[in-house]
Nanobody
Framework: QVQLVESGGGLVQSGGSLRLSCVVSGRTFSSYAMAWFRQAPGKEREFVAAISWSGSSTYYVDSVKGRFTISRDNAKNTLYLEMNSLKPEDTAVYYC??????????????????WGQGTQVTVSS
């Protein structure tokens, strides 16, 4: 059983920063490609960023490129999302996800088998 637990969300002003963390337990963390998704009220869950098993490859949705950075520490079984220059439209529940396959360029949820419970990020204007 793989468990993912996110933390680090909160309320921040526009232009501010937050760092999300996702601790993974139950299986070998380095076996999984990891990703962040988000879901705003009344909207579908959308892809934000993904990272390969070793961390050597990453990709992002266009709307966060240059502002967000995904990273991982395999020794700590932890995934991160550094978010800078936050905008009100970044407000959402952020979810981390784990999957065995890494598919650069694809933001499909079908690549991910395990999900966290989510952490709320609210950006005020």
């Amino acid at each position: 059983q793989v468990q993912l637990v996110e933390s680090g969300g909160g309320l921040v002003q526009s232009g501010g920063s937050l760092r999300l963390s996702c601790v993974v337990s139950g299986r070998t963390f380095s076996s999984y490609a990891m990703a962040w998704f988000r879901q705003a009220p009344g909207k579908e869950r959308e892809f934000v960023a993904a990272i390969s098993w070793s961390g050597s490859s990453t990709y992002y949705v266009d709307s966060v490129k240059g502002r967000f950075t995904i990273s991982r520490d395999n020794a700590k079984n932890t995934l991160y999302l550094e978010m800078n220059s936050l905008k009100p439209e970044d407000t959402a529940v952020y979810y981390c996800a784990a999957g065995l396959n890494y598919a650069p360029g694809s933001g499909s949820m079908r690549h991910y088998n395990y999900w966290g419970q989510g952490t709320q990020v609210t950006v005020s204007s």
